[in-house]
């Protein structure tokens, strides 16, 4: 962590240099998805605590949700206005190195996750167990064979747009292998409806449209503390959890190269880390001086985690994608 400090201080400096020689404040462009720029969402603090140490604006852009970020960037390609993208996952970061649009970033992290971090260009920002979301007073299935089986209604994200969505392709295909065909299939009957990301899912759910969400184990976090509604509850499955590890990454074509890097510094410390739990309701990537927020300990800790690696994850998405379709078309 002191050299990320002392990193960030001396981009600090140089930023403000390169901005008062020109007279134009320096702008850095963040893509990232909806969620996170809400007003709700961690966007507006990070905002504000990086714009008081930068001297500089930061753009943050909302892009739908987190699968759809890489397709936005690889559509624009170097002319992209991005310089860094912020809300990949560890089932996308294969893709989007074989882009060539990304850069390395050049840090040795001190990290705080339940797996070793060796990435040379994507950083990792928050972690979470993905897990279906449901009131407490509900008798919840507690695998997918069950979930099948019973009348539960769910409500999930599509995989090519939704992180999540395609974070419950590879649970399935993690947990069953060669079954997820049948899996599929029979989860058909209990998926109410598909949405694009993940906040028009919960919307649905909170609505009373489903009996379940795909969402995470840390979501009933936000009704206990920001509501002190203690009335949801995440399913535990005993086949395990699969894990989701958020990243960010710079874009080789940036303008902004040395406050892209301060960014990327600046989000593994204190002021960035700490904003995470209690706005993007997911575990920090670093160890927070003040521990997590009182109401973590009340969540659901899987007994089992299930992880493909970026390559593994790459090599099995469209198989799984296909298995999916082919299941929801009949």
């Known amino acids: 962590m002191k050299h990320l400090v002392l990193?960030?201080?001396?981009?600090?400096?140089?930023?403000?240099?390169?901005?008062?020689?020109?007279?134009?404040?320096?702008?850095?462009?963040?893509?990232?998805?909806?969620?996170?720029?809400?007003?709700?969402?961690?966007?507006p603090q990070?905002?504000?605590?990086?714009?008081?140490?930068?001297?500089c604006d930061l753009n943050l852009v909302g892009v739908e949700d987190g699968a759809a970020l890489l397709a936005r960037v690889r559509l624009e390609g170097e002319n992209t206005d991005a310089d860094i993208v912020l809300g990949?996952?560890?089932?996308?970061?294969?893709?989007?190195?074989?882009?060539?649009?990304?850069?390395?970033?050049?840090?040795?992290?001190?990290?705080?996750l339940p797996i070793t971090w060796d990435d040379p260009v994507f950083l990792p920002y928050d972690w979470g167990y993905f897990a279906f979301v449901h009131?407490?007073?509900?008798?919840?299935?507690?695998?997918?064979?069950?979930?099948?089986?019973?009348?539960?209604?769910?409500?999930?994200?599509?995989?090519?747009?939704?992180?999540?969505?395609?974070?419950?392709?590879?649970?399935?295909k993690t947990a069953y292998g060669d079954e997820a065909p049948a899996i599929w299939e029979g989860l058909s009957d209990n998926i109410v409806t598909v949405t694009k990301g993940w906040t028009e899912a919960y919307g649905l759910f909170l609505e009373g449209e489903a009996d379940m969400v795909l969402s995470y184990t840390t979501s009933p976090a936000y009704h206990l503390i920001a509501e002190e509604d203690d009335t949801k509850t995440a399913a535990t499955f005993d086949e395990g959890h699969y894990m989701q590890v958020e990243v960010a990454g710079k874009l080789a074509s940036t303008d902004q190269p040395e406050l892209a890097n301060q960014f990327l510094a600046f989000m593994?410390?204190?002021?960035?880390?700490?904003?995470?739990?209690?706005?993007?309701?997911?575990?920090?990537?670093?160890?927070?001086?003040?521990?997590?927020?009182?109401?973590f300990e009340t969540?659901?800790?899987?007994?089992?985690?299930?992880?493909?690696?970026?390559?593994?994850?790459?090599?099995?998405?469209?198989?799984?994608?296909?298995?999916?379709?082919?299941?929801?078309?009949?």
């Open 7 to 43: 990193t960030a201080g001396f981009l600090t400096a140089a930023t403000s240099a390169v901005a008062q020689e020109s007279g134009q404040t320096p702008e850095l462009t963040v893509y990232t998805y909806d969620s996170f720029v809400a007003e709700w969402g961690p966007g």
């Open 135 to 172: 009131d407490t007073d509900m008798d919840a299935p507690s695998n997918f064979r069950a979930l099948a089986d019973s009348d539960t209604s769910i409500v999930i994200q599509d995989p090519r747009s939704s992180t999540p969505g395609l974070g419950l392709l590879m649970w399935v």
């Open 46 to 55: 990070i905002e504000k605590a990086f714009e008081a140490t930068c001297n």
């Open 299 to 330: 969540l659901v800790q899987p007994e089992k985690s299930l992880l493909l690696s970026a390559e593994e994850a790459a090599a099995a998405r469209d198989a799984a994608l296909d298995e999916w379709l082919n299941a929801l078309s009949r």
């Open 268 to 295: 593994l410390t204190q002021d960035f880390q700490s904003v995470i739990p209690t706005t993007n309701w997911m575990y920090p990537a670093v160890q927070l001086d003040d521990g997590l927020p009182d109401g």
């Open 88 to 112: 990949l996952d560890t089932n996308l970061t294969a893709a989007a190195k074989d882009t060539g649009l990304f850069a390395q970033h050049g840090m040795t992290p001190d990290l705080d």
